[in-house]
């Protein structure tokens, strides 16, 4: 077995003082919101804290609702099971209902959280590897090392964004809370929480908590969520497509696709969506439009599967979640997960 | 819908029927078995689903200690320093073992004695053992082992058979056959040359199967214990007790009779628990050291470096076919990847050439193969062992020259089936075969003639065939002692107890060996009471690999139940006055076959029988018979019997992605006769479970970072959420035959089911692809972008396959070892046996007897006698 190592664990029951804590610590400190990622990655040595500060019991954290203005708001708290079974989410969001029903395993999703899931430590096979696996190979750039292995001679670290909800919040415009003990609560757009580096891949302050997830009104979008992965369950994804189009009439009025774990955050195909613009979404504009989308992608060997077929499926897979906006058959093979 | 579907057929009539539907007749022999096929609950059953079975690590013992072990971060790289200072005076340390302390050499084959229980002077790969912390917590001894500061010199690595055959300096061991190649063989059944020129056509094909390890849910545990005489008692979770007690003797040189070694019940082996490890030699080590109960169980890192998992095996493979179908002559070239030491490796080269003779005619038959060493954990047996490689290629193969030649793959393979009782070209003597039932049976049931080749595009259907051992035909080392012993002990109050060295791994050995018992003696499972796995009190059995168990236990335990029974049956028919042979034993009484109501409850007869005779006890035993082939090499691939298999697979395939799902699985084995067909069934879908990951996505494998910048070799993913195994979600539903041939070595005619049943899977999976989408990926696992790979050339105009370039590596094999075949007039001895300079290995007898004269197992044997004076 693989122990944790020692640390200290706080349990605020209020947002007031897990905020104040997280400032104390200075930095030392770690969030736990649900833990399902951050636990084994402590047994294995590649993150560690001092303290861990549990926001399980801060009251007002966990819950979904309906504002009236037709946003919804999930608590970061909100588990993903409690997703799974809101019978709105699945209503008015299923492009995020699917996205999180394809989290992990099912028993996972009971104690992952969606704050968590947002805020997710970027991947790599380097990486994700006990202490005495990383020591044989002098460590990496991201822990402890100089080097990223992924590409030796780069500047920067390759980890990829492994966040299943990332891309589809970001491409339905949702935004996120942050308060913080000194600053109080800023509210940003979900797609500007990521930096594109595998270290410093959260743009949230490390005295900030993220606390909400806040919906824009489904009505005005048609948006759907793909994702590639090896298994039908527990595999985190090698690549997730979120896409979500608003439209004039027939036409594109504005496109958003962000590609997860194809890069350090979930990337833009920026000339896909720039071409959509004012196109009717048929069969050969979708067509001509995914050629575009390798470009914004970067698969490397640091997941499962080979890179250079993951680069190839990004333009299938963009396809399939172009031709479901347009209502077309999505012309690959539909993954094991619930869809 | 339902996942599980089972039939079940019957070859011939068995000459005893099941008891609901059988005419008793007046003999004993005619009488309708008690219990055997029937699905009855496995003896181990309850303990295992309320937790209540203990296994290693669940075994605690006052002032027990925790140990680690530090293991190499280099690949390939000499000791210069171990520093333990720092470690020392941490919280809770107690001491400390390094390899100096243990010289003596350990290995499973006597000719492979190349492991130390902790490395010498010389690391060998990344997780090779160096030194060993012994703390009061795991905590402790963690945190004590991560503060060891060990110095190397590093050597340059060898990652591949290529690596391995183009570099021979500097040598990973200094033996072998020759550089960094562990092992040649060549060997040629028959006039080759004329086999090929009797050929329409000749298939030329080169496949390769990526090595994959067996995953058990339960990761490998050892407690010490030192007992108050000096002696010492290991309890492991290990497949081969008897392997363990010969090395655990060895290396701590300490005389077997001061050595128990408990087998504790396996959560998994598949062959991973079958070589003598490591940390089980060094835990005794650290409690004789310590005085006091040492713990080690393996982090799941660990278990993918003990590994001896399956070989990655490139093969190279010509074929001469008549147009009918029929094979002329084949010549298979294999080339094995065998990691850092040799564990059993030189019996699994020969087996990936030994079993391609035992399923269809081949009159001509050519093998050469080579293992090498390379700086990767060692590779051993894993289910099938050596013998799925091979058996994928073969089937792929048979599948491309079916469409050659026009023929349907079922009727290429029904149309030329070994007939029952052949001595094949190499020598192996087959029994019973059901092989054409089984393929009969999925052909059937998955409307093969119907939808097979007509499927609408990307749907497609995939059939091929296997063979298994029952249990290897020589041990391990050389001896003519049993391979298996049972001993019983029968008491006055009805309850027999039934003492024997298997060991249960999961497959059922513990219910297979109490239901033969019973079944003998017409008492109930529940009467029986067992003692297995361990050294100190039961009777050597080698262990469970080789698929030898029930086979062979059950011959022994069938010897030993028909004993008592005689014994008992003696007395009870002197008190009823009745002839012996008149006495049946059933239903909990022993009684008058002519008259039912005549006769007394068993634990009555046994206290009649221990009245007139004293304690009651016997014993059984096993040694299987003797092969035909006096060749060297011979001693691999003969077995009491053989097992078969046919497998249908349909998959769905993705053209655009090239992402697949297999949608359905129909599987049909010739288990001889079923004991408990529920644990049948269970080994075909495990089996069939396991394949599929074969075939799908299992696989060990490595990263060298770039050689300027650092020596590293290491495991890509040793980790249970990258190393990707199918889950419950991934099955298909099954559909299983159990088509019962009974094979008259067998006990009641029974076979093996543990391994059989896996081979078929991995070619049916190829083969249904290209039936699918008309393309071919000739290597194992058939990854998504290997289909999409052969479409791309496919829609190329190029040849629709992905695979390893044809051809095989550049080895000199001399001249090979020739032999006649039986059809030929051959005598099972090779013409040119001291000509042919083949080099030794375990195969044969006399290569046994060899390596045992200069082996250093003599030499442990002369210790234990001083030791015991």
Same mark, same amino acid.
């Given at each position: 077995?693989?122990?944790?190592?020692?640390?200290?664990?706080?349990?605020?029951?209020?947002?007031?003082?897990?905020?104040?804590?997280?400032?104390?610590?200075?930095?030392?400190?770690?969030?736990?919101?649900?833990?399902?990622?951050?636990?084994?990655?402590?047994?294995?040595?590649?993150?560690?804290?001092?303290?861990?500060?549990?926001?399980?019991?801060?009251?007002?954290?966990?819950?979904?609702?309906?504002?009236?203005?037709?946003?919804?708001?999930?608590?970061?708290?909100?588990?993903?099971?409690?997703?799974?079974?809101?019978?709105?989410?699945?209503?008015?969001?299923?492009?995020?209902?699917?996205?999180?029903?394809?989290?992990?395993?099912?028993?996972?999703?009971?104690?992952?959280?969606?704050?968590?899931?947002?805020?997710?430590?970027?991947?790599?096979?380097?990486?994700?590897?006990?202490?005495?696996?990383?020591?044989?190979?002098?460590?990496?750039?991201?822990?402890?090392?100089?080097?990223?292995?992924?590409?030796?001679?780069?500047?920067?670290?390759?980890?990829?964004?492994?966040?299943?909800?990332?891309?589809?919040?970001?491409?339905?415009?949702?935004?996120?809370?942050?308060?913080?003990?000194?600053?109080?609560?800023?509210?940003?757009?979900?797609?500007?929480?990521?930096?594109?580096?595998?270290?410093?891949?959260?743009?949230?302050?490390?005295?900030?908590?993220?606390?909400?997830?806040?919906?824009?009104?489904?009505?005005?979008?048609?948006?759907?969520?793909?994702?590639?992965?090896?298994?039908?369950?527990?595999?985190?994804?090698?690549?997730?497509?979120?896409?979500?189009?608003?439209?004039?009439?027939?036409?594109?009025?504005?496109?958003?696709?962000?590609?997860?774990?194809?890069?350090?955050?979930?990337?833009?195909?920026?000339?896909?969506?720039?071409?959509?613009?004012?196109?009717?979404?048929?069969?050969?504009?979708?067509?001509?439009?995914?050629?575009?989308?390798?470009?914004?992608?970067?698969?490397?060997?640091?997941?499962?599967?080979?890179?250079?077929?993951?680069?190839?499926?990004?333009?299938?897979?963009?396809?399939?979640?172009?031709?479901?906006?347009?209502?077309?058959?999505?012309?690959?093979?539909?993954?094991?997960?619930?869809? | 819908?339902?996942?599980?579907?089972?039939?079940?057929?019957?070859?011939?009539?068995?000459?005893?029927?099941?008891?609901?539907?059988?005419?008793?007749?007046?003999?004993?022999?005619?009488?309708?078995?008690?219990?055997?096929?029937?699905?009855?609950?496995?003896?181990?059953?309850?303990?295992?689903?309320?937790?209540?079975?203990?296994?290693?690590?669940?075994?605690?013992?006052?002032?027990?200690?925790?140990?680690?072990?530090?293991?190499?971060?280099?690949?390939?790289?000499?000791?210069?320093?171990?520093?333990?200072?720092?470690?020392?005076?941490?919280?809770?340390?107690?001491?400390?073992?390094?390899?100096?302390?243990?010289?003596?050499?350990?290995?499973?084959?006597?000719?492979?004695?190349?492991?130390?229980?902790?490395?010498?002077?010389?690391?060998?790969?990344?997780?090779?053992?160096?030194?060993?912390?012994?703390?009061?917590?795991?905590?402790?001894?963690?945190?004590?082992?991560?503060?060891?500061?060990?110095?190397?010199?590093?050597?340059?690595?060898?990652?591949?058979?290529?690596?391995?055959?183009?570099?021979?300096?500097?040598?990973?061991?200094?033996?072998?056959?020759?550089?960094?190649?562990?092992?040649?063989?060549?060997?040629?059944?028959?006039?080759?040359?004329?086999?090929?020129?009797?050929?329409?056509?000749?298939?030329?094909?080169?496949?390769?199967?990526?090595?994959?390890?067996?995953?058990?849910?339960?990761?490998?545990?050892?407690?010490?214990?030192?007992?108050?005489?000096?002696?010492?008692?290991?309890?492991?979770?290990?497949?081969?007790?008897?392997?363990?007690?010969?090395?655990?003797?060895?290396?701590?040189?300490?005389?077997?009779?001061?050595?128990?070694?408990?087998?504790?019940?396996?959560?998994?082996?598949?062959?991973?628990?079958?070589?003598?490890?490591?940390?089980?030699?060094?835990?005794?080590?650290?409690?004789?050291?310590?005085?006091?109960?040492?713990?080690?169980?393996?982090?799941?890192?660990?278990?993918?470096?003990?590994?001896?998992?399956?070989?990655?095996?490139?093969?190279?493979?010509?074929?001469?076919?008549?147009?009918?179908?029929?094979?002329?002559?084949?010549?298979?070239?294999?080339?094995?990847?065998?990691?850092?030491?040799?564990?059993?490796?030189?019996?699994?080269?020969?087996?990936?050439?030994?079993?391609?003779?035992?399923?269809?005619?081949?009159?001509?038959?050519?093998?050469?193969?080579?293992?090498?060493?390379?700086?990767?954990?060692?590779?051993?047996?894993?289910?099938?062992?050596?013998?799925?490689?091979?058996?994928?290629?073969?089937?792929?193969?048979?599948?491309?020259?079916?469409?050659?030649?026009?023929?349907?793959?079922?009727?290429?393979?029904?149309?030329?089936?070994?007939?029952?009782?052949?001595?094949?070209?190499?020598?192996?003597?087959?029994?019973?075969?059901?092989?054409?039932?089984?393929?009969?049976?999925?052909?059937?049931?998955?409307?093969?003639?119907?939808?097979?080749?007509?499927?609408?595009?990307?749907?497609?259907?995939?059939?091929?065939?296997?063979?298994?051992?029952?249990?290897?035909?020589?041990?391990?080392?050389?001896?003519?002692?049993?391979?298996?012993?049972?001993?019983?002990?029968?008491?006055?109050?009805?309850?027999?107890?039934?003492?024997?060295?298997?060991?249960?791994?999961?497959?059922?050995?513990?219910?297979?060996?109490?239901?033969?018992?019973?079944?003998?003696?017409?008492?109930?499972?529940?009467?029986?009471?067992?003692?297995?796995?361990?050294?100190?009190?039961?009777?050597?059995?080698?262990?469970?690999?080789?698929?030898?168990?029930?086979?062979?236990?059950?011959?022994?335990?069938?010897?030993?139940?028909?004993?008592?029974?005689?014994?008992?049956?003696?007395?009870?028919?002197?008190?009823?006055?009745?002839?012996?042979?008149?006495?049946?034993?059933?239903?909990?009484? %022993?009684?008058?076959?002519?008259?039912?109501?005549?006769?007394?409850?068993?634990?009555?007869?046994? %206290?009649?029988?221990?009245?007139?005779?004293?304690?009651?006890?016997?014993?059984?035993?096993?040694?299987?018979?003797?092969?035909?082939?006096?060749?060297?090499?011979?001693?691999?691939?003969?077995?009491?019997?053989?097992?078969?298999?046919?497998?249908?697979?349909?998959?769905?395939?993705?053209?655009?992605?090239?992402?697949?799902?297999?949608?359905? %699985?129909?599987?049909?084995?010739?288990?001889?006769?079923?004991?408990?067909?529920?644990?049948?069934?269970?080994?075909?879908?495990?089996?069939?479970?396991?394949?599929?990951?074969?075939?799908?996505?299992?696989?060990?494998?490595?990263?060298?970072?770039?050689?300027?910048?650092?020596?590293?070799?290491?495991?890509?993913?040793?980790?249970?959420?990258?190393?990707?195994?199918?889950?419950?979600?991934?099955?298909?539903?099954?559909?299983?035959?159990?088509?019962?041939?009974?094979?008259?070595?067998?006990?009641?005619?029974?076979?093996?089911?543990?391994?059989?049943?896996?081979?078929?899977?991995?070619?049916?999976?190829?083969?249904?692809?290209?039936?699918?989408?008309?393309?071919?990926?000739?290597?194992?696992?058939?990854?998504?972008?290997?289909?999409?790979?052969?479409?791309?050339?496919?829609?190329?105009?190029?040849?629709?396959?992905?695979?390893?370039?044809?051809?095989?590596?550049?080895?000199?094999?001399?001249?090979?070892?020739?032999?006649?075949?039986?059809?030929?007039?051959?005598?099972?001895?090779?013409?040119?046996?001291?000509?042919?300079?083949?080099?030794?290995?375990?195969?044969?007898?006399?290569?046994?007897?060899?390596?045992?004269?200069?082996?250093?197992?003599?030499?442990?044997?002369?210790?234990?006698?001083?030791?015991?004076?």
């Amino acid at each position: 077995m693989l122990r944790l190592p020692p640390f200290q664990l706080h349990n605020p029951t209020n947002l007031d003082d897990a905020a104040k804590m997280l400032a104390d610590h200075g930095g030392k400190a770690r969030l736990l919101a649900g833990g399902t990622d951050l636990l084994p990655n402590m047994k294995r040595r590649h993150q560690s804290a001092a303290a861990l500060i549990g926001l399980r019991r801060v009251e007002g954290l966990r819950g979904i609702r309906d504002s009236g203005s037709g946003e919804t708001a999930i608590g970061a708290m909100t588990t993903l099971t409690d997703i799974v079974r809101s019978e709105l989410i699945h209503a008015k969001y299923p492009m995020l209902w699917r996205a999180v029903a394809s989290i992990s395993s099912p028993v996972l999703q009971s104690t992952g959280t969606i704050g968590g899931n947002l805020c997710l430590d970027t991947r790599c096979t380097y990486y994700n590897q006990n202490e005495e696996w990383r020591e044989s190979i002098s460590f990496c750039m991201k822990e402890e090392g100089q080097t990223c292995w992924v590409a030796p001679s780069s500047p920067r670290c390759w980890a990829i964004s492994a966040s299943d909800s990332a891309p589809v919040l970001s491409a339905i415009e949702a935004k996120v809370k942050l308060v913080s003990a000194g600053d109080g609560e800023r509210i940003i757009a979900v797609r500007d929480l990521f930096n594109d580096d595998g270290i410093d891949y959260l743009k949230k302050r490390p005295d900030e908590v993220l606390t909400e997830v806040i919906l824009p009104d489904p009505s005005a979008f048609k948006a759907s969520h793909w994702k590639l992965r090896r298994r039908g369950s527990i595999d985190y994804s090698v690549l997730t497509v979120g896409a979500a189009a608003w439209f004039d009439g027939d036409k594109v009025q504005k496109l958003n696709i962000h590609l997860g774990a194809v890069n350090s955050y979930p990337a833009v195909p920026e000339k896909t969506c720039e071409f959509l613009i004012g196109k009717i979404l048929d069969e050969e504009t979708i067509a001509e439009a995914a050629g575009m989308s390798r470009q914004g992608s970067t698969p490397m060997d640091n997941t499962d599967f080979l890179a250079r077929w993951r680069g190839q499926m990004v333009e299938r897979y963009v396809s399939a979640a172009l031709r479901e906006i347009a209502g077309l058959d999505p012309g690959v093979k539909k993954p094991r997960h619930a869809m | 819908m339902s996942n599980r579907d089972i039939h079940r057929a019957g070859v011939d009539a068995p000459s005893k029927t099941d008891k609901q539907s059988g005419v008793p007749g007046k003999t004993r022999e005619d009488q309708p078995f008690n219990l055997i096929g029937k699905p009855f609950r496995r003896v181990d059953g309850r303990a295992k689903v309320t937790g209540q079975t203990r296994f290693a690590d669940d075994l605690t013992f006052p002032r027990m200690v925790h140990m680690r072990i530090r293991r190499s971060t280099v690949p390939h790289a000499l000791i210069k320093s171990i520093d333990t200072s720092k470690a020392a005076g941490m919280p809770g340390v107690l001491g400390f073992v390094t390899g100096e302390e243990m010289p003596n050499t350990f290995g499973i084959l006597p000719v492979s004695h190349d492991e130390h229980a902790l490395c010498m002077d010389k690391v060998r790969f990344v997780g090779d053992p160096v030194v060993a912390v012994a703390a009061l917590t795991e905590d402790q001894a963690y945190a004590a082992c991560a503060a060891i500061e060990v110095e190397y010199e590093v050597l340059e690595t060898i990652a591949s058979v290529d690596e391995a055959v183009a570099v021979p300096e500097p040598r990973i061991h200094d033996y072998g056959d020759e550089g960094n190649l562990h092992k040649k063989v060549s060997m040629e059944f028959g006039d080759l040359d004329g086999g090929f020129e009797d050929a329409d056509v000749i298939m030329e094909d080169t496949c390769y199967f990526e090595g994959n390890t067996h995953l058990p849910m339960e990761q490998h545990a050892t407690v010490a214990v030192p007992e108050d005489d000096g002696r010492i008692t290991v309890c492991s979770s290990t497949q081969t007790p008897h392997y363990l007690h010969r090395s655990l003797s060895k290396v701590l040189e300490l005389p077997a009779s001061r050595v128990r070694v408990i087998a504790t019940p396996n959560g998994g082996g598949f062959g991973g628990k079958s070589d003598p490890f490591n940390h089980e030699i060094v835990a005794a080590k650290m409690a004789l050291k310590l005085g006091r109960p040492v713990k080690i169980a393996l982090t799941r890192e660990e278990v993918f470096y003990c590994h001896r998992g399956r070989h990655p095996v490139h093969m190279h493979m010509r074929t001469g076919f008549k147009k009918d179908g029929s094979m002329t002559a084949q010549h298979l070239q294999t080339a094995l990847d065998g990691g850092s030491y040799g564990s059993y490796g030189v019996a699994s080269t020969y087996y990936t050439g030994a079993l391609q003779t035992v399923t269809y005619k081949l009159p001509r038959y050519r093998f050469d193969s080579i293992r090498a060493f390379t700086n990767k954990p060692p590779c051993g047996p894993k289910r099938g062992h050596g013998t799925p490689q091979p058996r994928f290629g073969l089937e792929v193969h048979l599948d491309k020259a079916a469409h050659q030649l026009g023929i349907d793959p079922a009727d290429i393979r029904l149309q030329n089936l070994v007939e029952p009782g052949t001595v094949t070209a190499n020598y192996l003597k087959v029994g019973s075969i059901g092989l054409g039932k089984c393929i009969e049976a999925v052909v059937e049931g998955s409307g093969w003639r119907e939808r097979y080749g007509k499927l609408p595009e990307g749907r497609g259907l995939g059939l091929a065939c296997g063979s298994y051992l029952c249990g290897a035909g020589l041990p391990i080392y050389w001896n003519h002692m049993p391979q298996s012993g049972v001993q019983l002990q029968l008491d006055r109050s009805g309850c027999v107890a039934v003492f024997c060295g298997e060991t249960e791994i999961g497959q059922g050995s513990d219910s297979v060996l109490a239901a033969v018992v019973a079944e003998i003696l017409g008492i109930d499972l529940q009467d029986i009471r067992l003692c297995v796995g361990d050294t100190d009190l039961t009777p050597v059995d080698l262990g469970s690999y080789s698929s030898r168990v029930t086979l062979m236990v059950g011959n022994a335990a069938r010897q030993a139940a028909e004993r008592a029974r005689d014994l008992i049956a003696k007395h009870v028919a002197e008190k009823l006055e009745i002839p012996a042979r008149q006495i049946h034993f059933a239903d909990r009484r %022993v009684f008058d076959l002519e008259n039912p109501d005549n006769g007394m409850t068993f634990a009555e007869a046994v %206290v009649v029988a221990e009245s007139k005779d004293g304690t009651l006890g016997t014993t059984g035993s096993y040694i299987p018979p003797r092969s035909p082939g006096r060749y060297r090499g011979s001693g691999v691939g003969p077995s009491p019997a053989y097992s078969y298999t046919a497998v249908v697979v349909e998959v769905e395939v993705d053209p655009t992605t090239g992402i697949y799902d297999v949608v359905h %699985v129909w599987c049909a084995h010739d288990v001889g006769k079923c004991i408990n067909p529920a644990l049948v069934m269970g080994q075909i879908e495990g089996s069939i479970y396991m394949g599929l990951g074969e075939a799908m996505m299992e696989e060990q494998v490595f990263r060298r970072l770039p050689k300027k910048r650092s020596p590293a070799l290491v495991h890509r993913h040793p980790s249970l959420l990258e190393y990707k195994s199918p889950t419950f979600n991934d099955m298909p539903p099954v559909t299983s035959y159990i088509i019962e041939d009974p094979d008259p070595n067998g006990p009641f005619g029974a076979k093996e089911v543990g391994q059989g049943p896996l081979l078929p899977v991995m070619p049916a999976v190829a083969n249904a692809i290209f039936d699918a989408v008309g393309a071919r990926v000739d290597q194992i696992p058939i990854a998504p972008h290997m289909v999409r790979a052969a479409l791309d050339a496919k829609e190329k105009g190029k040849e629709p396959r992905f695979g390893p370039k044809p051809g095989f590596p550049d080895v000199d094999f001399g001249a090979p070892l020739k032999v006649l075949t039986p059809d030929e007039g051959g005598d099972g001895k090779a013409e040119n046996q001291d000509e042919a300079k083949v080099r030794k290995g375990t195969g044969t007898m006399t290569e046994r007897k060899d390596a045992l004269k200069d082996g250093a197992w003599k030499e442990s044997q002369r210790e234990n006698k001083k030791g015991g004076n």
